[in-house]
């Protein structure tokens, strides 16, 4: 709950509203894994994040799908 607050209030997703249910939980465990600033440095364009965090959200959502 603390990375989708500061989402809201401090980083200011701009189309969170606009997101499926699934972009919004792929978007919080990359911001868990890999960093709400960089996240938020990158666009919060996940393919941009380090090999690292791509696999941890993959991975999860696959377990979760």
């Known amino acids: 709950y603390v990375i989708l607050e500061a989402m809201e209030k401090n980083f200011n997703h701009q189309e969170w509203e606009e997101l499926t249910p699934i972009e919004k939980r792929n978007i919080i465990l990359a911001s868990?894994?890999?960093?709400?600033?960089?996240?938020?440095?990158?666009?919060?364009d996940i393919g941009l994040m380090p090999k690292e965090t791509k696999g941890y959200?993959?991975?999860?959502?696959?377990?979760?799908?």
Request: aromatic share 10%.
């Open 32 to 44: 868990y894994n890999g960093g709400i600033s960089r996240l938020n440095g990158m666009g919060w």
């Open 57 to 65: 959200v993959k991975n999860i959502d696959g377990k979760m799908n």
